[in-house]
């Protein structure tokens, strides 16, 4: 397996330096919110809480460190290339040990490659970390087209078009011969693609959601009661993703306009996936975490593009695999958050979307594995990849 990321001159390296006057500009904006209030307290009911929108702005204005969060983000190793016509970021961390198996590591939305801060350099070098250097990956952590430092699509791509672009940034690009790809979110289902169309460039999966559907639906009561289930759960958060999938552009003009508008819409979901009780979103994600996030999106001006991807998804057929039943035959891992917002279906309804040869059940965790529970998915990134190595 090669990586020609030195030899290829169209791979250049990338920096993130935001203009001391856009900071002043969002820390202004944000400072002069005209803050509403709402008739009661609906705790998170409503949507992004009142009570916790406004403290989370003040520690933005008085103590947010955006400098500090920007060296830590720089401290990686980022790279643009084109790609199929966009200019494709990624952060690239080369592996320790005699044979790092190149992994690919996907996001989605709301988050960003910041999701893998804590990921990246305990898969590249497990034993600065107590573990063994021969478990090690080479990291290839993309932003998704349209979001954060990638160029934005000519127009929506959904998770199969960004699959064929991303299978290009890794063969074409880097010149990997065999890579694994692992995600959750939109990474999940791009993925899920990459190991349908890609193979055998894409050698083995491991996600940590299940997105896709199979077309004969549910077939025991198990799979009926859980798709019933799903249905009930997916009511109140039906909202943002009919919004973002039909009509994108609309809510662009105001999301892109108000710094504190992007923070509600984003915060609301790292509160509502998480495993963590109503109202105690710092339980898994502190104030700083939740802000990098934000900021990637308002200082590289993407929460548009971002939002396409759910249109896109539209227009490529929704959420089923294959019209015909075929499945996703390269080896897949599944780990399995209690917390998923995206319930896991019985096993033997993912059986039949994928090759399932590794299936964890964890004790805790929710939609964004990578941030709440990294040692966990790191863990479990490696067990399967020892399956892998043989």
Known sequence: MKDQIESNPQVTPFEFRVPEAELARIRDRVASFPWHEMPDDGGWDYGANLDYMKELCAYWVSEFDWRA???????????????????????????????PLPLMISHGWPGSVAEFFELIEPLAHPERFGGDAEDAFTVIAPSLPGFGFSGRPPRPYGPRKMASVINSLMTTSLGFDRYLAQGGDWGGAVCSWLGYEHAPACSAIHINVL???????????????????????????????????????????????????????????FHDWSDVPAGAVEDAHSKDELLTNIMIYITTGTFNSASWIYYGRREEGGRVLSAEGDRVEVPTGCAVF?????????????????????????????????????????????????????
């Open 69 to 99: 969060q920007e060296t830590r983000l720089n401290s990686f190793s980022h790279f643009k290339t084109p790609v199929d016509g966009i200019d494709m970021h990624f952060i690239h961390e080369k592996g320790s040990g005699s044979n």
């Open 211 to 269: 997105t896709m559907r199979h077309p004969d639906g549910p077939q025991t009561p198990d799979e009926r009661a859980w798709a019933n289930q799903f249905d009930q759960d997916q009511i109140m958060q039906n909202g943002y993703r009919t919004q973002q999938a039909t009509r994108p552009q609309t809510l662009s003009y105001a999301m892109m306009d108000s710094p504190v508008g992007i923070a509600a819409w984003l915060v609301e979901k």
């Open 338 to 390: 209690p917390a998923e917002m995206l319930r896991w279906p019985p096993r033997s309804y993912a059986d039949r979307i994928y090759n399932i040869t590794h299936w964890s059940e964890m004790p805790r965790g929710g939609h964004f594995a990578a941030m709440e529970e990294p040692e966990l998915l790191l863990n479990d990134i490696r067990k399967f990849a020892r399956s892998l190595r043989g």
